[in-house]
Every structure is written in C-alpha cells, then in structure tokens.
C-alpha cells in the first residue's frame, strides 16, 4: 500500500514571501501521478498542482511550482509570493498510474501573515 | 453550476443510530468517492465507485455501506453509528482515466456527530 507524508503540521509566512511544504511518498509503483490539493477554510478542496511521475520536468502553475525527486520519493510545493488568500490546508495526494484511488497526507496548515 | 452536492451539511446521532449521506454530481463524472476527514489524518477513503454498477472498499470501509444508486448519485450509509465516526464525510468525483481522474472535484462535506 502507498503512503504519502507531510511532516510538517503547520507553517507561516509573511505576505509576499516563499513558503515550502514537504511530501514523501512511498510506493513500488514505477509509474504514478502526484497531486497537491488545498482546503481553505471554507473546506472545499481545489487540486493545485499535478506531477506526472515520468516527466522529468517540474510542474509549474503561477505561483506554485514543485521539486519533484523521484529517486527520494521526494515531491514539495513552492508557493511565491505568498497571498493572504493562500491560507489554507494543503494535502499531498498520490495515485497509481492505472488506478483510481488517491491516497492523502495528513496536510501541512499554511498560515499567510499580513 | 452545482458540481458536487452534499446533503445533510451538518447531523448529530446518537451511538446506534443510522444515517444516510447523499451525494450528486452533476458533471457526468464515471466515478465518485466517500473520505473521511480527520484532524492530523488527512483524507481517507471509506468507498469508492469506478463506474456506475461498480462500488469498492477504501482504506477504512468498516461500519459503512455504499450504494452508487445511478451515473449521479452515490450515498453513505452508517448502519450503527459509533462515536468512532464523528468526522468530517467528503464526497468527491473525476471524471476520467489516467492523469486527469487524479483531478478530484469535491463537495463541502458533511459534518457527523456521534454522542
């Protein structure tokens, strides 16, 4: 079974600044997708970011981008220039190529300061 | 444009009692999912349904039941709830195969209560 990682419960960052959010997965799936999703709270759930695992390149969507390592089964989120409209919760999620399941971290809560 | 509609929002029960959580999508999404949230946790999934006609268990399916009563509806049922259950109940649902079925839409969730 796959399990994803995030080991840090709670960060802040002053408006404007970059703030890193950690993943770790573990699988023995070769191919796979990774995701970032994001609760604010009024708790509905938008995906961020998706990371297909053969690609080598990192995506990118406006002010988030990811540091995909797939050897260190590695997969954290950048977020620039950090908006108030930023706080919320992030969760990682990890999907088998060919299924249909996502499995979840437990969520980092990133808290944007004025 | 609804997207995904969850009903009730809110419900306290008391241990053995059961309950119902409806969801629907109106998107014409194949498959639909029921997680669970709790604090530190993350989202876990109770069922899911591939395709309409499909149902399979998660992570944590015991002291649920599913039924994916069409392409649109997919409900939760608690037959003896258990203080163990209050949670948070996320119905979700994608739309295809592949990269893009990773992209779940969900709706507001339901907030249970068990005394």
């Known amino acids: 079974a796959q399990t994803v990682t995030q080991s840090q419960p709670e960060m802040s960052v002053q408006e404007a600044e970059t703030v890193t959010l950690s993943c770790t997965y573990d699988?023995?799936?070769?191919?796979?997708?990774l995701f970032w999703y994001k609760q604010p709270p009024s708790r509905q759930m938008i995906l961020v970011i998706r990371?297909?695992?053969?690609?080598?390149q990192n995506a990118t969507e406006n002010r988030f981008s990811v540091n995909f390592q797939k050897a260190a089964k590695s997969f954290s989120l950048k977020i620039s220039d950090s908006q108030l409209g930023d706080t919320a919760m992030y969760f990682c999620?990890?999907?088998?190529?060919?299924?249909?399941?996502?499995?979840f971290g437990g969520g980092t809560r990133v808290l944007v300061k004025p | 444009n609804a997207g995904v509609t969850q009903t009730p929002k809110f419900q306290v029960l008391k241990t053995g009692q059961s309950m119902t959580l409806q969801c629907a999508q109106d998107?014409?999404?194949?498959?639909m999912y029921w997680y669970r949230q709790d604090p530190g946790m993350g989202l876990r999934l109770i069922y899911y349904?591939?395709?309409?006609?499909?149902?399979d268990k998660g992570e944590v399916p015991n002291g649920y039941n599913v039924s994916r009563l069409n392409k649109r509806e997919f409900s939760l049922r608690l037959e003896s709830a258990a203080p163990s259950q209050t949670s948070v109940y996320f119905c979700?649902?994608?739309?295809?195969?592949?990269?893009?079925?990773?992209?779940?839409?969900f709706g507001e969730g339901s907030r249970l209560t068990v005394l």
């Open positions: 349904s591939a395709s309409e006609g499909t149902t």
């Open positions: 998107m014409n999404h194949n498959s």
């Open positions: 990371q297909e695992a053969y690609k080598q």
């Open positions: 699988t023995s799936e070769s191919n796979y997708y």
């Open positions: 979700a649902s994608s739309p295809l195969a592949g990269v893009l079925s990773g992209e779940l839409f």
């Open positions: 999620a990890f999907k088998k190529a060919a299924g249909n399941k996502l499995t």
